[in-house]
């Protein structure tokens, strides 16, 4: 019976696992030949090439193989470690120096300056997807082609996870500005684009000449594959390596294989079930309290995970910094909600239209369709590619939505800010929360430096979603890998959102 491999850190409470600690280099296949392709399934596309236009989970796997940073986080314990800069210089609370690392090149041949790194976040500040990782930079300055100094508009307890986040990885300001009508991805990182064929894959090739440590395979084939099953069964017959989303339904049939390895880290990614304040009926306190109390979330996990999954009451994932799992949640009282409804002139329920992405949470949908059935409510269940559901997303024509919360780095700000905060509505803020007073509650915990003063303004945040429930969080994920016994090197990040393929090597 193969082991499920479960490893929690305490400390930090942070989460991890590292596989196969092998030569990297290795690419032998058990028969003795070559094998210099390993072949990933995932379950959803992307919507684009460009890193800054969408901030999922999947673009910033991808991300990390294209591009680079100024700093880094190390995947096994999150710590923060050079990058692109070699070394930074902290002059005051609002000023910071970073000194960047000679000889290193962008793929298509042009050497990295620091006006790079000034164009880059400059344009992330002007992205819609990236805007609130840069959002305490004032602005930033060229000392000469190897230093740049990054002016804050506030102090920041977040600004070097931010700068370690591949939301603020650094592009070449030649070449974006020569095709800005062809973009493709041309970083620093450990291996370059090849190409992407929408809704089928998108492959990558070694960077030989990377600065840092080199790619394990020579290339990384991303294949999409929405059905659960039929990753399970290209798994079982080689036609992959790795199962990027497994379905929990089928981990006692890869516990039992023999030719199979199952990875199940409990992590920081959260759930959760948005309700639009642009859709009339969710305008109204009592609704969103009456379809808090309908959920039943245990039922959820069971039905959707099979179990594999913890009930969350706040949006941050347990162990991560500033989270507070003391915020009470709603326990499921069909009654209390009915009363709320006609409270507020919804005796007999209303509907509205949940989108979810892909097909992956389309079990959840169904279970929360039915149990807010119980209370007269309709909801009509649309599943979408990941271009409709940004589309959807950024034009805020969404009524509600599933979604889900991986923090790319450790800091509370990161979710808190990105989903709700009113500033983030063209990007993430699904719900389009704007409120004044938990902006002011973000704005001061982000600048307080005491530990005890900032856990104190975290928590009110905290307690604010609850209160408001412009989302519900419903639970965080195990983060699970299904690969071939012969895959190694697989590491489960213990921070951030993005899976780490540049390890994985065949042995």
Known sequence: MKKIVCLLLSAVMTLSLLAGCGSSGSAASS???????????VDEDISGLDPFAQNTSLQNTY????????LSLDPATGAIQPGLAESYDIISATEYVFHLRSGVKFHEGQDLKASDVKFSLERAAASTGMASKVSQIDHVE????QTVRIFLN???TTILNNLAFCGTSIMCEEWCNANKDSFK????????FVEWKPGESVTYERNDDYWGEKGAMKYLEFVVKTEANSRTIALETGEIDVNAAPATIDFPRFESSEDIELYSVPSTQVAYMSMSYNYEPFQKLEVRQAIAYALNKQEIIDGFLDGYGV????????????????IPGYEQDIEKAKQLLAQVGYPDGFSFDLAIRGESRSVEAAIIQSQLAAIGITVNIKKMEGAAYTDLAMNEQMQANLGSWQPATSDADNPLRNLLYSSSKASSNDSRYNNADYDAILDAAIQETDPAKAQELYSQAQMKIYEDIPMIPL??????????KHVKGVVIPAVGDAMVYKNM???
């Open 185 to 192: 991805n041309n970083g620093t990182g450990p291996y370059k």
């Open 311 to 326: 009930v969350k009451t706040t949006i941050l994932g347990s162990g991560q910094q500033y989270s507070d799992d003391s």
């Open 142 to 145: 060229v000392e000469d082609d």
């Open 63 to 70: 991300t990390i193989l294209n591009y680079d940073s100024l």
């Open 505 to 507: 090597y065949w042995e």
């Open 31 to 41: 028969g003795g030949e070559e094998k210099d392709t390993l072949i990933i399934a």
């Open 154 to 156: 506030t102090p920041s």
């Open 475 to 484: 639970f965080a994920y195990y983060w699970n890998i299904a690969a071939n």
